[in-house]
């Protein structure tokens, strides 16, 4: 036999193209790779993208970041409760509530006002919707979707219509009449069609658009006449449990919160994500736009509330408290943004100055959870919905 | 029996206050051994200790917070009352005792009514006063005596065994596991009327970290299979980040290195000046003149704000931004008014038209598209708006291929050049003038318009009383 030094030359299957052909080693990214002859003649004219490893751009991912904290934290010069203490002091407040509706058999999950300042729709855990006329505390509508927890509803900016959705993973339209023999169950039209539970819902400014949230961990459009999908939201890691529309005349933005502990602004025309936050340390439970549209409130499971200001991207406040232990469940403004509401898992409300960061006032009344809480339309009060079946106005 | 692992962010905090409040070393409460009549009462603190060191350690300046709290972190099933099955804390002399980590909710646990019953029936064994049953006890026994009849032989074999068990157990230390054990239904099977604080949110328990349904009782019972419960629903498979949720991040990233952000002093700035211009349109701060509906029981101010004439204050927030004017019906009359008089309505009517566009549901949106086309940029149009010829050509191919955003361009186009324009003429008019200062009753009284739609609903239904006027 000829003792000639011959190459050492692995035959195999290719890295890359899987063909079994004669392999050479190849480096990328210090990782060490078998290529054919051919893919490495390939590599050698491809792109730098196609050699990125996993690992490779995880690292380019974490330096990104890196520098994108460093860019933040330059404009971080003040603390807004600093340049608050030249703003005057909150006097004492009395806040009790006015109103007690009774009438859920069961936990109160979720409620909204109409733009009439005075109807709200509430929805339980035992599937009932109900639509009150606060002022009065009578009932004007009644019905039971074929799910329990119901944990979203909404009313419709013309006020002739609600919407409503939870374990059944569809958001439903029911228009409201008033015909003496309604059956309101009768008129329901089936919108939104997710694959996991239905977190949260709101009418655009329009009673043509829904919005949804879903425990599939997407947001999405949907245009109620036709039941169609118009756009979807992808980019949560995890359930997606709150949502909030932007309060501008022109503006096409939302803010969603999950349990991702991320709270996300979208652009409801492509789809695509503008802004990211993720600094709480467990669900985002709610969410909601400070009045001027520049900021916006979270509320979460490691019981604080937090500001979140979309012109300096980044959290500007914290609202908590070493005694304050339990969950924020919901959270909304007063009409001036100066004052943020806070229903909590340990049956209690916090009113806190935004500005100066301290609680101003801590209500008590509800006798478990405050599941829901929302400001009315013109500020004169707000309503809590509770584990307790109730919900109360308060001013 | 299911083992549900919540995150444990959950239970963290309040685990992390009842240990400290148990450690003598950092100053927590005197737990004592307290002589009774003829015995000895092991392991107690006051309600009144409990609540002193919860203000002293949590810096709670209320008493009445403090014994809020406690009472929750009783009802949590941390502490408990030696003496009374209902979990709250006074600010009193009543004695408390702390719960064995054994039994506490971080553990999951979520005890079937086999292992209740066990525990109703052994307590029937022991032949003490203070451990009789309370009325609802009694009846939970007769009812899962009637549910369980067939294995109730089982059941009390169990029993049996448990009270043998315990017999062997030191006096003192019975006295304690017998109290944490009972605390412990107290939480799982509460007294009627009191909150069951095991139940969970259902979006929440989902999440469960172990797949394989982990059964536990407390008793070390082991049974046939149980059925899951229907409450749970499968969780999401955990995904692995790939390749493109990592190019994904990257692209992120770079756009927001790119984006101009403002400084926080800034920043502070303009939230403390909203807040200061709105404050007295603030009814939780300045009280509502002539009073807030829901104290005083009147709708005053309701009906004066469904009444055709603005008030003042109403009138000068449509200064402080053309959002304002927009988005108050009255305001937004009342500018569309104004511009009529001058001839230059086209481009509100233009910006009007495409908010109600974005409002139409999506088979009527060619129709509408085309329809504005026609009336304010086809050539020769009745109420031609002014656009640079950029947007024109932008918008014309969009009309191509109509949607609810064929004219977001121009729209946006528009609303600067009537910010810069006509709204700022509009505030210097004698009409907006005479309004702010109450001088006259408007000139431009409201009325309906042959050529103006009220906003279209597909749903029957009662008109808001509010007349929108979109022209088309």
Known sequence: MCDQTFLAIVFGPCDKCSKEKPLRPVYIKSEQLSYCSLCVEMMATEGLRENETLASLKSEAES????????RAKLHDVELHQVAERVEALGQFVMKTRRTLKG??????????????????????????IVWDSFTTNKEHAVTMPCTWVMACAYAPSGCAIACGGLDNKCSVYPLTFEKNENMAAKKKSVAMHTNYLSACSFTNSDMQILTAS??????????????????????????????????????????????????????RSGQCIQSFETHDSDINSVRYYPSGDAFASGSDDATCRLYDLRADREVAIYSKESIIFGASSVDFSLSGRLLFAGYNDYTINVWDVLKGSRV??????????????????????????????????? | MLCLQVSTAGYGKIEDIVTRMQDDKTGGVPIRTVK?????????????????????????????????????????????????????????????????????PSNCWEPENTDYAIYLCKRTMQNKARLELADYEAENLARLQRAFARKWEFIFMQAEAQVKIDRKKDKTERKILDSQERAFWDVHRPVPGCVN?????????????????????????????????????????????????FRKQITFLNMQIERHCLKMSKV????????????????????????????????????????????????????????????????????????????????????????????????????????????????????????????YEKTSQNVKDPGRYTYEDAQEHIYKLMKSDSYARFLRSSAYQDLLLAKKKSLFALRSSPECVSVTSSFPCKLPEEQVLVSC
Not at chain 2, 339 to 365: C, G, H, I, T, Y
Not at chain 2, 368 to 390: M, T
Request: with cysteine.
């Open chain 2, 36 to 104: 009774s009549f003829l015995s000895k009462i092991p392991s107690v603190v006051t309600g009144s200790d409990i609540v002193q060191w919860l203000m002293r350690n949590l810096s709670i300046e209320d008493t009445g917070e403090a014994i809020h709290l406690g009472s929750l972190i009783a009802a949590q099933g941390y502490v408990f009352p030696i003496s009374d099955h209902v979990l709250t804390l006074k600010d009193d002399g009543t004695f408390y005792r702390f719960q064995a980590p054994y039994f506490w």
């Open chain 1, 64 to 71: 990104l970041k890196g520098k994108l904290e460093e860019e």
């Open chain 1, 104 to 129: 859920h058999g069961n936990k109160v999950l979720c409620m909204d006002w109409c733009k009439d300042k005075r109807r709200i729709v509430s929805s339980s855990q035992d599937g009932k919707v």
């Open chain 2, 268 to 391: 502070a700035e303009s939230l403390i000046a909203y807040t200061e211009q709105y404050v007295e349109y603030d009814p939780f701060i300045t009280p509502a003149e002539p009073s807030n509906p829901w104290i005083s029981d009147d709708v005053a101010l309701w009906d004066i704000e469904m009444s055709k004439e603005p008030s003042q204050q109403r009138v000068k927030r449509w200064g402080f931004s053309m959002d304002e004017v927009l988005k108050d019906p009255v305001g937004r009359d009342q500018f569309l008014r104004f511009l009529e008089s001058e001839f230059s309505s086209e481009n509100l009517r233009f910006w009007l038209a495409v908010q109600d566009l974005k409002k139409q549901p999506l088979q009527d949106v060619t129709t509408r598209v085309e329809e504005i086309w026609q009336e304010f940029l086809a050539p020769g149009a009745q109420s031609a708006i002014n656009l640079d010829s950029h947007s």
């Open chain 2, 197 to 245: 604080t095991t139940e969970m949110d259902i979006r929440k328990c989902r999440r469960m970290k172990n797949p394989q349904k982990v059964k536990k009782s407390v008793y070390g019972v082991t049974e046939e299979s149980q059925p899951q419960s229907p409450v749970h629903m499968p969780s999401q498979p955990v995904r692995k980040t790939t390749k493109e949720d």
């Open chain 1, 361 to 395: 006032s801590i209500l008590f009344g509800h006798e478990n959870r405050v599941s829901t809480l929302r400001v009315s339309p013109d500020g004169t009060a707000f309503c809590s919905g509770s584990w307790d079946h109730t919900l109360r106005i308060w001013a």
């Open chain 1, 215 to 268: 425990g599939d961990g997407t947001c999405a459009l949907w245009d109620v006449e036709s039941g169609q999908l118009l756009q979807s939201f992808h980019g949560h890691g995890a359930d997606v449990l709150c949502l909030d529309l932007a309060p501008s005349e022109t503006g096409n933005t939302f803010v969603s919160g999950g349990c991702d502990k991320k709270a996300m602004v979208w652009d409801m």
